[in-house]
T-cell receptor, first 116, second 111 residues
Framework: EAGVAQSPRYKIIEKRQSVAFWCNPI?????LYWYQQILGQGPKLLIQ????????DSQLPKDRFSAERLKGVDSTLKIQPAKLEDSAVYLC??????????????FGSGTRLTVV | DAKTTQPNSMESNEEEPVHLPCNHS???????IHWYRQLPSQGPEYVIH???SNVNNRMASLAIAEDRKSSTLILHRATLRDAAVYYC????????????FGGGTRLMVKP
């Protein structure tokens, strides 16, 4: 089966600019997650979707970050405006349903964002 | 929240077994123990998970202590491709069903 697809693979922007990341989960996976991974740290959850609804976005900095999952398939994560501390790898993951403790996640390769 | 404690780093020789420990003394009765690994420049990859009994798959074995307060990921024969950061994760009760990553163990494999 095809894996989780993410694009772009790399992005360099100046601070205060906007950026968007795209994720296509595994076909049929109802649950989609966005994680932020700062260099040297483990991934940190930003938001969880179940189909096209948000389950948890308590860790998402909503003043600058937004995410959507139209039609319950693809998802986009946007940052506007970007700050230097947003430099990180943004990972998308999916699982068959919300019981990730049973099924686990499949991750994409991530988008490496550098804010200068 | 149930937390895990792992060594920051470990070294192994190629073709030897590797035992990666994880302590989770506050684990609840319904927490599953998951292991993921992250190779350089890639997203995390599922390795194995279990609840109470030891588990085996093509990648590794998971040995869970009888009291479930610790577990060990066993790579039976390390290769250079196994060099990665290994994360031991419990289901996070306070975050719904999501998995929360800690710092993990960086495994270095020497030829």
């Amino acid at each position: 089966e095809a894996g989780v697809a993410q694009s772009p693979r790399y992005k360099i922007i100046e601070k205060r600019q906007s950026v968007a990341f795209w994720c296509n989960p595994i076909s049929g996976h109802a649950t989609l997650y966005w994680y932020q991974q700062i260099l040297g740290q483990g991934p940190k959850l930003l938001i969880q979707f179940q189909n096209n609804g948000v389950v948890d976005d308590s860790q998402l900095p909503k003043d600058r970050f937004s995410a959507e999952r139209l039609k319950g398939v693809d998802s986009t994560l946007k940052i506007q405006p970007a700050k230097l501390e947003d430099s990180a790898v943004y990972l998308c993951a999916s699982s068959p349903d919300a019981r990730a403790y049973l099924y686990g996640y499949t991750f994409g390769s991530g988008t490496r964002l550098t804010v200068v | 929240d149930a937390k895990t404690t792992q060594p920051n780093s470990m070294e192994s020789n190629e073709e030897e077994p590797v035992h990666l420990p994880c302590n989770h003394s506050t684990i609840s009765g319904t927490d599953y123990i998951h292991w993921y690994r992250q190779l350089p420049s890639q997203g995390p990859e599922y390795v194995i998970h279990g609840l109470t009994s030891n588990v085996n798959n093509r990648m590794a074995s998971l040995a869970i202590a009888e009291d479930r307060k610790s577990s060990t990921l066993i790579l039976h024969r390390a290769t250079l491709r196994d060099a990665a950061v290994y994360y031991c994760i419990l289901r996070d009760n306070n975050a719904g069903n999501m998995l929360t990553f800690g710092g993990g163990t960086r495994l270095m494999v020497k030829p």
